[in-house]
């Protein structure tokens, strides 16, 4: 007989569910054009190759098909977003010269507070563009440079940028990088500098205010020799009954003996079709680092993928996803060993309530080239009642004798055992189960920057809360 | 053109694991009716189509030896009625390089046990299909293969268990060892249907990769829209493990015939599950010829 369960509400997203009206914004009409898309680079003073870039990409993003394995994206109509919008300000490099709607909106977020207790920089973007920059003294005159990515377009790194923007994930990779490629706008470039170690984190934030608007940042990070870098992502959105669309792109290097960690809490709202791609190339004795919460979306696509084409060197890939009620969560990570010696660790988990659908995928590719390469998957998956789904679809694809790759899967509920014990010591059965969760999502919140952890941990608190039933 | 082998959730295309296309058309099938305990054995190409039909509270064993030329294509359908229990041993004991094309569909009622035992040493090319829907409650399937593919030879496996009988139990394991430019897929899908509470599933994979031309693909997958299972999967893949190298070494024993032992050792449980003393010889002589 089944035992007694926990009813779960649905996450509380208040902090998150406010919205500033569309006045004061420049915003293109609907759908994806060529004329569009003309209109977007001339807005940005597109150098010739970008808008070139731009109109090839459109070209691909008409031929390319959807993909037809992942989440239905049916109610996605490109016809009814807006590409670009712009709110009628100059980015700033500080909070008082931001209009106080969107400094509003930032405070409420707790961005400026993270900024001035934790963080070496911060970049805000509000719809299509970034309102605010800026980076810390002693971080910039150590030569880490953290700017928009239409500053770099025509600054001292316009160079760099040119030989590096699209090239890990080229237009014709998939739709989506197509679509990214013809209306990209807004996005971060950071580059730091051989051997320079920034001990603080950056961050960016993304926040898509516009009805039925996308959001489509470029990220570029190229963390050079020897350096070390932890970048945070976040973003998110109120909702609206009409699909927003996020199709960002992150592209990042990190050079030999160089680490990255780039992490991430996605909490877009539910409405939102979250179809982002990030890739990372790591060279010799370099290390990549992902840590990923997914809480947001309607509808998300998600799979950072690492190259290693160095000898020795690793990926480490650390994820969570809660889908509740009207989520379809289809999250992993791709790795792609050509380098010796490499390896590659895969830790997921994963947890599913309210007919909300978790989807763990993953694909480990072991080249003939990479020989005494290590990769090792791991997920578990909760099924918090039986409405919703989980699944889990990990690919591996071994060209080498000289390898040793290991695989673990776990699909359960929540232990009626442990319940039963933590019970027995005074909790409430609601509690107990919220614990549980907590230790569950635990491999994740460690690697966060402990303000992070306790967002992130305040997440799930607010998902678990709920009455027994 | 036949299409099989197709995942239950497809996955990125550009891995090229949804499915396999097999290039046959196949013809008017004989059709071999079983009820009761049988051997077959299949020495010649064509179209075979195998009903087994097992009454209410019966257990019988079915062994299938394949010993041909040219291509097989043998498609075997189960019906286990309440409480009964089906065998099924199946080898592919061609010494020629022949082309195996193997599907098995079972429903299994209440109760009612299915076990299926492949085993496929060596022998050119093979594709196995296999899908079990647990329709009863209490009902179970037992699935186990074991496998050295070499030379140009290419395995392409698909398993399916589907869940639907409450309390329903399922187990997958294969292991296997590949050599020379072998090709080798693996999917294994235990899928818990809502309403199949109290289910368990397991499914292992062990692959030792024995030369530098193997290819190796795995998908080991697990669907689930019922909160009440557990279901667990694993896979190892790697070459030998240098500890039993060493120790085989140290008692004399050459590393070529170091890797046959381990390759036996593979067969071997399954050669004991299976008890069936004529097939297991052929099995055995396959192994015998392995060249290292």
Same mark, same amino acid.
């Given at each position: 007989?089944?035992?007694?369960?926990?009813?779960?509400?649905?996450?509380?997203?208040?902090?998150?569910?406010?919205?500033?009206?569309?006045?004061?914004?420049?915003?293109?009409?609907?759908?994806?054009?060529?004329?569009?898309?003309?209109?977007?680079?001339?807005?940005?003073?597109?150098?010739?190759?970008?808008?070139?870039?731009?109109?090839?990409?459109?070209?691909?993003?008409?031929?390319?098909?959807?993909?037809?394995?992942?989440?239905?994206?049916?109610?996605?109509?490109?016809?009814?977003?807006?590409?670009?919008?712009?709110?009628?300000?100059?980015?700033?490099?500080?909070?008082?010269?931001?209009?106080?709607?969107?400094?509003?909106?930032?405070?409420?977020?707790?961005?400026?507070?993270?900024?001035?207790?934790?963080?070496?920089?911060?970049?805000?973007?509000?719809?299509?563009?970034?309102?605010?920059?800026?980076?810390?003294?002693?971080?910039?005159?150590?030569?880490?440079?953290?700017?928009?990515?239409?500053?770099?377009?025509?600054?001292?790194?316009?160079?760099?940028?040119?030989?590096?923007?699209?090239?890990?994930?080229?237009?014709?990779?998939?739709?989506?990088?197509?679509?990214?490629?013809?209306?990209?706008?807004?996005?971060?470039?950071?580059?730091?500098?051989?051997?320079?170690?920034?001990?603080?984190?950056?961050?960016?934030?993304?926040?898509?205010?516009?009805?039925?608007?996308?959001?489509?940042?470029?990220?570029?990070?190229?963390?050079?020799?020897?350096?070390?870098?932890?970048? &945070? !992502?976040?973003? $998110?959105?109120?909702? @609206? =009954?009409?699909?927003?669309?996020? *199709?960002?792109?992150? +592209?990042?290097?990190?050079?030999?003996?160089?680490?990255?960690?780039?992490?991430? &809490? !996605?909490?877009? $709202?539910?409405?939102? @079709? =979250?179809?982002?791609?990030?890739? *990372?190339?790591?060279? +010799?004795?370099?290390?990549?680092?992902?840590?990923?919460?997914?809480?947001?979306?309607?509808?998300?696509?998600?799979?950072?993928?690492?190259?290693?084409?160095?000898?020795?060197?690793?990926?480490?890939?650390?994820?969570?996803?809660?889908?509740?009620?009207?989520?379809?969560?289809?999250?992993?990570?791709?790795?792609?060993?050509?380098?010796?010696?490499?390896?590659?660790?895969?830790?997921?988990?994963?947890?599913?309530?309210?007919?909300?659908?978790?989807?763990?995928?993953?694909?480990?590719?072991?080249?003939?080239?990479?020989?005494?390469?290590?990769?090792?998957?791991?997920?578990?998956?909760?099924?918090?009642?039986?409405?919703?789904?989980?699944?889990?679809?990990?690919?591996?694809?071994?060209?080498?004798?000289?390898?040793?790759?290991?695989?673990?899967?776990?699909?359960?509920?929540?232990?009626?055992?442990?319940?039963?014990?933590?019970?027995?010591?005074?909790?409430?059965?609601?509690?107990?189960?919220?614990?549980?969760?907590?230790?569950?999502?635990?491999?994740?919140?460690?690697?966060?920057?402990?303000?992070?952890?306790?967002?992130?941990?305040?997440?799930?608190?607010?998902?678990?809360?709920?009455?027994?039933? | 053109?036949?299409?099989?082998?197709?995942?239950?959730?497809?996955?990125?295309?550009?891995?090229?694991?949804?499915?396999?296309?097999?290039?046959?058309?196949?013809?008017?099938?004989?059709?071999?009716?079983?009820?009761?305990?049988?051997?077959?054995?299949?020495?010649?190409?064509?179209?075979?189509?195998?009903?087994?039909?097992?009454?209410?509270?019966?257990?019988?064993?079915?062994?299938?030896?394949?010993?041909?030329?040219?291509?097989?294509?043998?498609?075997?359908?189960?019906?286990?009625?309440?409480?009964?229990?089906?065998?099924?041993?199946?080898?592919?004991?061609?010494?020629?390089?022949?082309?195996?094309?193997?599907?098995?569909?079972?429903?299994?009622?209440?109760?009612?046990?299915?076990?299926?035992?492949?085993?496929?040493?060596?022998?050119?090319?093979?594709?196995?299909?296999?899908?079990?829907?647990?329709?009863?409650?209490?009902?179970?399937?037992?699935?186990?293969?074991?496998?050295?593919?070499?030379?140009?030879?290419?395995?392409?496996?698909?398993?399916?268990?589907?869940?639907?009988?409450?309390?329903?139990?399922?187990?997958?394991?294969?292991?296997?060892?590949?050599?020379?430019?072998?090709?080798?897929?693996?999917?294994?899908?235990?899928?818990?249907?809502?309403?199949?509470?109290?289910?368990?599933?397991?499914?292992?994979?062990?692959?030792?990769?024995?030369?530098?031309?193997?290819?190796?693909?795995?998908?080991?997958?697990?669907?689930?829209?019922?909160?009440?299972?557990?279901?667990?999967?694993?896979?190892?893949?790697?070459?030998?493990?240098?500890?039993?190298?060493?120790?085989?070494?140290?008692?004399?024993?050459?590393?070529?015939?170091?890797?046959?032992?381990?390759?036996?050792?593979?067969?071997?449980?399954?050669?004991?599950?299976?008890?069936?003393?004529?097939?297991?010889?052929?099995?055995?002589?396959?192994?015998?010829?392995?060249?290292?």
């Amino acid at each position: 007989m089944m035992a007694d369960k926990t009813y779960v509400e649905d996450i509380d997203r208040s902090l998150y569910d406010f919205r500033n009206e569309d006045k004061d914004a420049y915003r293109l009409e609907d759908g994806l054009t060529e004329e569009i898309v003309l209109q977007i680079s001339e807005e940005k003073n597109d150098p010739d190759w970008m808008r070139q870039l731009r109109l090839e990409s459109l070209k691909l993003y008409n031929e390319i098909d959807f993909p037809n394995w992942g989440p239905s994206i049916e109610g996605l109509d490109i016809d009814h977003i807006a590409t670009y919008v712009r709110k009628n300000t100059k980015m700033a490099d500080n909070w008082d010269a931001v209009p106080e709607e969107i400094k509003d909106t930032f405070e409420k977020l707790g961005i400026p507070q993270a900024e001035r207790k934790s963080l070496a920089g911060v970049g805000a973007q509000y719809d299509s563009e970034l309102v605010y920059h800026n980076v810390k003294e002693d971080v910039a005159r150590q030569g880490v440079v953290y700017s928009d990515i239409e500053s770099a377009l025509r600054g001292e790194y316009a160079g760099l940028i040119k030989e590096k923007f699209m090239k890990l994930i080229p237009p014709n990779d998939h739709k989506f990088a197509a679509l990214h490629g013809a209306v990209w706008s807004g996005g971060s470039f950071v580059y730091v500098p051989k051997g320079v170690k920034v001990d603080i984190p950056l961050q960016s934030y993304f926040r898509l205010n516009a009805k039925g608007a996308g959001q489509f940042e470029h990220t570029l990070i190229i963390v050079e020799d020897g350096a070390d870098l932890h970048f &945070i !992502e976040g973003c $998110s959105a109120p909702k @609206y =009954n009409v699909a927003n669309l996020h *199709a960002g792109c992150v +592209e990042l290097y990190v050079g030999k003996g160089a680490r990255l960690r780039y992490s991430t &809490i !996605e909490n877009w $709202s539910k409405n939102m @079709y =979250n179809l982002n791609s990030k890739r *990372a190339v790591v060279e +010799e004795g370099g290390r990549i680092e992902w840590v990923s919460g997914s809480f947001g979306s309607h509808i998300s696509y998600l799979y950072p993928m690492s190259i290693l084409k160095g000898d020795n060197s690793q990926m480490e890939f650390t994820g969570i996803s809660f889908a509740g009620t009207g989520q379809n969560l289809d999250t992993g990570a791709k790795v792609v060993h050509t380098g010796k010696n490499t390896s590659s660790y895969i830790n997921t988990k994963s947890i599913s309530k309210g007919g909300g659908v978790c989807t763990f995928r993953s694909s480990v590719r072991i080249d003939r080239t990479a020989e005494g390469s290590k990769s090792s998957v791991s997920c578990e998956s909760l099924m918090l009642d039986s409405i919703s789904r989980s699944d889990t679809i990990p690919a591996m694809d071994i060209r080498t004798n000289k390898a040793d790759v290991g695989h673990e899967a776990q699909i359960g509920r929540i232990s009626d055992e442990a319940v039963f014990y933590l019970m027995s010591r005074g909790l409430s059965e609601e509690d107990a189960k919220a614990l549980i969760v907590s230790g569950f999502a635990d491999n994740v919140s460690k690697e966060l920057p402990l303000e992070y952890a306790i967002e992130m941990n305040n997440l799930i608190r607010l998902e678990m809360k709920g009455s027994i039933g | 053109m036949i299409r099989m082998n197709k995942l239950p959730a497809g996955t990125f295309n550009h891995l090229r694991l949804n499915e396999t296309e097999v290039d046959y058309e196949p013809g008017r099938p004989e059709i071999i009716e079983i009820s009761d305990n049988a051997e077959l054995e299949f020495d010649k190409e064509g179209d075979k189509q195998i009903l087994i039909n097992v009454p209410d509270n019966r257990n019988i064993t079915v062994s299938m030896a394949y010993d041909f030329e040219g291509t097989l294509n043998a498609r075997t359908d189960i019906n286990l009625g309440k409480g009964s229990g089906l065998k099924i041993i199946q080898a592919n004991v061609s010494e020629s390089s022949g082309r195996l094309i193997n599907r098995v569909s079972g429903k299994v009622g209440d109760r009612a046990e299915l076990e299926i035992i492949q085993m496929f040493p060596d022998s050119g090319i093979v594709y196995s299909d296999l899908t079990a829907d647990l329709a009863g409650d209490g009902s179970s399937a037992d699935i186990s293969c074991a496998y050295f593919t070499g030379g140009d030879g290419i395995l392409d496996m698909n398993y399916v268990v589907n869940h639907y009988g409450r309390m329903s139990n399922s187990r997958i394991h294969a292991s296997g060892a590949l050599a020379d430019k072998a090709y080798k897929t693996f999917r294994g899908t235990i899928d818990f249907k809502t309403g199949s509470s109290g289910s368990k599933g397991d499914e292992r994979e062990k692959v030792i990769l024995l030369d530098e031309g193997v290819i190796n693909r795995s998908i080991p997958l697990i669907l689930c829209t019922e909160e009440d299972v557990e279901g667990a999967h694993g896979a190892a893949i790697g070459s030998l493990d240098e500890d039993i190298m060493f120790y085989l070494k140290s008692r004399g024993i050459s590393p070529e015939e170091a890797k046959r032992l381990v390759i036996f050792g593979m067969f071997e449980s399954l050669l004991m599950q299976a008890g069936n003393e004529s097939l297991g010889s052929k099995v055995q002589k396959c192994l015998q010829k392995i060249r290292m």
